[in-house]
């Protein structure tokens, strides 16, 4: 194996891969419009309608995430899109909706603060908004924000569609689309997933749907209504990366077989673990508590650890990495990705790389 690839990921994306997903993306090559490829994509359909908990299509995007979050907004936004803004990803979603000439107002909160649902209900009530952005999990800060909540407020606006990021946290905890009245809810592949980068996902409601044919310059590769189109015929709109929805396919089996709910339990024991590891070094999360995510840890770097030679430490004897920060909180965060594949053995084997490398940098 090459060097560039040997060594395991804890950052936030994106996260290991398994051996088995690697191995599903080898399968022989299909075509997009063929027999074979509707068997693959109409397969896919209940296991992810079921994990988005929605009767809506699943749509499957060619592209990072970054391309249904734009989409989204230019399929929807026709008046005003609010944008929730507390961390790198949702203050970029403001500056990505200026940039598709859209009329956007920034609704901003410190990094490391969740999304304050009463905030929220104050800008809406002002009545210049037809849709809202904000994302579920801040991966930037680790902050999960309460998305039950705000959703309890968006829905008090019945023209006001909903843009929900969970890139970082779906099939971390679950995220119900119908019952919380989600019209857009997007996700990739390289996170939560633990697949490949290359594959975007987003249900995206009857509503949703019902506004996009509205909307005079939706574009072409991003245009809902080509993806329902295409949709109904088990197949997308262009060539997909055939090798990522193996992957995926894969990826659903794995979570089928374990189990979702044995998934989300999963997930909090070992987001725990590197919690607690952390509070007994004497780190405290960045977020408060109760916000900590749950796919990942995004600690506040108060002992002034060399997070650089940190993480050299880390990749050279321990053959792993970590996060040292994003952006401009670089050097003053550090982040642990418990996202994906990750088991107990697996965690127990971090926290001893991470105990002799902090132990030996803290003096101790
Ligand atoms: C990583 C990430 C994105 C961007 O994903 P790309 O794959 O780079 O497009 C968006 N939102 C969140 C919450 C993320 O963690």
Not at 168 to 194: C, M, N, R, Y
Request: hydrophobic share 40%; charged share 20%.
């Amino acid at each position: 194996m090459s060097s560039a690839a040997s060594y395991k990921l804890h950052i936030p994306g994106p996260v290991q891969v398994s051996e088995k997903t690697m191995q599903a993306m080898t399968a022989p090559m299909i075509g997009h419009r063929s027999n074979d490829f509707v068997a693959l994509y109409q397969s896919i359909q209940p296991d992810l309608q079921s994990l988005f908990y929605t009767k809506d299509p699943v749509f499957l995007s060619t592209s990072s995430a970054w391309g249904v979050m734009e989409g989204s907004v230019r399929n929807l936004t026709h008046k005003k899109v609010l944008n929730c803004m507390n961390g790198a990803f949702s203050d970029k979603w403001n500056d990505v909706a200026q940039r598709l000439g859209k009329s956007a107002g920034a609704l901003k909160f410190e990094w490391g603060k969740p999304v304050d649902p009463e905030a929220v209900r104050a800008e809406l009530s002002t009545g210049a908004y037809d849709t809202i952005t904000f994302i579920h999990n801040e991966t930037s800060t680790g902050t999960m924000s309460d998305i039950a909540a705000i959703m309890a407020v968006v829905r008090e606006f019945p023209d006001v569609l909903s843009i929900v990021d969970t890139v970082s946290s779906f099939s971390v905890v679950p995220i119900k689309k119908d019952e919380l009245g989600i019209d857009v809810l997007l996700t990739g592949s390289q996170k939560a997933l633990a697949m490949p980068p290359g594959l975007a996902l987003c249900s995206v409601s009857q509503r949703a749907l019902d506004r996009a044919k509205t909307m005079p310059d939706r574009g072409y590769y991003f245009d809902f209504l080509e993806f329902l189109s295409n949709h109904e015929k088990g197949m997308t709109p262009s060539t997909p990366v055939i090798p990522l929805i193996y992957a995926l396919r894969s990826k659903l089996d794995d979570i089928l077989a374990e189990g979702v709910e044995a998934r989300y339990a999963r997930h909090r024991k070992l987001n725990t673990m590197v919690r607690e590891w952390g509070s007994s070094k004497g780190f405290e999360l960045f977020p408060e508590a109760r916000y900590g995510s749950i796919a990942l840890n995004c600690f506040a770097n108060t002992r002034e650890v060399d997070l650089s030679a940190a993480n050299k430490l880390l990749k050279s004897k321990h053959r792993l990495v970590i996060d040292g920060g994003y952006g401009k909180l670089k050097g003053k965060t550090f982040r642990i990705s418990n996202m994906g594949d990750e088991t107990e053995e697996t965690i127990t084997a971090l926290i001893g790389a991470l105990d002799d490398v902090f132990g030996g940098l803290l003096g101790g």
